[in-house]
């Protein structure tokens, strides 16, 4: 597994976790790992180190798209259900 984000901010869990969802929706496969006891320490996410390159290209589309475009993929992906 290959390192893909990590921050110990205090948001990291959110994003870590924006992230992860992002990327299953690739079907890229990821796992977060983060703190359960002590709150100081990082949260990263990984993934196979073969789609290191497809995740950091996806990350890089949707930051780049932006919050209006994420919120329109969610209502797309609920209706969708």
């Keep these: 597994?290959?390192?893909l984000f990590k921050s110990s901010n205090h948001d990291?869990?959110?994003?870590a976790m924006a992230i992860h969802a992002l990327l299953e929706a690739e079907s890229i496969p990821?796992?977060?790992?983060?703190p359960s006891v002590l709150p100081?320490?990082?949260?990263?996410v990984?993934?196979?180190r073969?789609?290191?390159?497809?995740?950091?290209n996806v990350v890089a589309q949707a930051r780049e798209a932006g919050p209006a475009a994420a919120e329109e993929a969610e209502?797309?992906?609920e209706e969708g259900e």
Excluded: I, K
């Design 1 to 3: 597994m290959a390192t």
């Design 12 to 15: 990291a869990e959110q994003e």
């Design 30 to 34: 990821s796992v977060v790992v983060g």
């Design 40 to 44: 100081n320490l990082e949260f990263r």
């Design 46 to 48: 990984e993934v196979p």
């Design 50 to 56: 073969e789609r290191l390159e497809d995740a950091r």
């Design 75 to 77: 209502r797309a992906s």
